[in-house]
């Protein structure tokens, strides 16, 4: 049987360096991408590539010449810029481990994704636009329509912060919301499906700390966050795998979706720990071989300690094997 070659882009993020190991182990091979050159996957991986920022035009080429030159079967786009672009490679009948086109569209603009929950009967917060002159009672949080991480999020006490946050953003105020702040526990949720709409699994991980990215969380078992997590793939059709970040409303409980990300998160690694394998599983059922794989149960209470890892090789071999600028790689 042809070993299976999967291509992850993003290979400067934090969890790259343990999806590249369980990969290899799992018998595929592995190469990575990015657009920064030090990004230390690219060195982790069978081969490594520089390409275009995924907003750039000539993303899309480059990847596709890069996938069919490799004999790529399988890419997994980490990084949210490049998701609408590596879904057109499904044409070329590479697999697109993300969901639908349409749901990955409505999750990177969070406005009409909280829109879309509200009309589907899923509990989502209160969201204004910015610059709307409808009132919303503080505390309330701040961020960018569109963009990811925790880049420029504000958290809104008073009238007098929100009036400074916008004289200081009074020239991008449309590319801003305002959305409810809910008071609880937060959670990040790995959310396991693919075309045929079934939901595989779901692992919800609450969260201990996060700087940015998830530093330490565990991962809980919790009926309605599993009952909410399907309602959502029912009513939006993922058809792939997201990951819902959401808050236990604190006086009720109930779980409130505030983000989605339509592809892997950083913790997909605690999943794994945890018994629930998404990433080769997933691999397995779009494929053909899932008998290869089957989802079971997962174990709660696995607590994820993320560490850097110093990673040391021969200087020759790092000379020798440097990253391939594939930017020239796109068909004329």
């Given amino acids: 049987m042809k070993t299976t070659t999967v291509l992850l882009t993003g290979a400067g993020g934090v969890v790259i360096p343990y999806l590249i190991q369980s990969l290899r182990e799992k018998g595929y091979r592995v190469l990575a991408a990015d657009m920064d050159p030090s990004a230390v996957g690219l060195y982790l ?54 969901p639908r086109r349409d749901f990955v569209v409505l999750c990177l603009d969070k406005y009409r994704l909280a829109l879309a929950l509200k009309e589907a009967g899923v509990p989502a917060p209160r969201t204004r636009l910015a610059d709307s002159k409808e009132p919303m009672e503080p505390p309330f949080i701040v961020k960018p329509r569109r963009g990811r991480g925790s880049r ?29 702040y809910i008071a609880g526990k937060e959670f990040t949720v790995s959310v396991v499906a693919w075309r045929d709409g079934e939901v595989m699994a779901v692992v919800p991980k609450e969260i201990i700390s996060k700087k940015g990215v998830t530093r330490s969380a565990v991962t809980r078992r919790n009926r309605k966050i599993e009952d909410l997590c399907s309602q959502i793939q029912q009513e939006l059709h993922a058809d792939g795998p997201f990951n819902v970040q959401l808050r236990l409303d604190a006086v009720s409980g ?54 850097t890892l110093d990673t040391f090789i021969d ?18």
């Avoid at 997994?76 to 697109?96: C, R, W």
């Avoid at 420029?152 to 409810?180: C, G, K, N």
Wanted: hydrophobic fraction near 40%; include cysteine.
């Fill in 254 to 307: 109930d779980p409130i979706p505030f983000e989605i990300n339509p592809r892997f998160s950083t913790t997909v690694s605690l999943t794994i720990a945890a018994g629930i394998d998404e990433v080769h599983g997933l691999i397995a059922r779009a494929t053909g071989r899932g008998e290869e794989y089957s989802f079971g149960e997962w174990k709660e209470g696995v607590v994820l300690l993320r560490q």
């Fill in 45 to 98: 991986a069978e081969r490594g590539f520089t390409i275009p920022p995924g907003d750039s035009p000539s993303f899309l080429p480059v990847i596709r010449t890069l996938c069919k030159k490799e004999g790529v079967d399988v890419i997994i786009p980490l990084v949210d810029e490049e998701l609408v672009s590596a879904l057109e490679l499904e044409a070329d009948g590479i697999i697109t481990l993300t």
């Fill in 315 to 332: 200087e020759e071999e790092f000379y020798r094997h440097p990253p391939i600028d594939a930017s020239n790689l796109a068909d004329g």
């Fill in 152 to 180: 420029d999020v504000h958290l809104i006490r008073s009238a007098a912060e929100l009036a400074s946050f916008r004289e200081t953003h009074s020239d991008q105020l449309d590319r801003f919301l305002m959305q409810e």
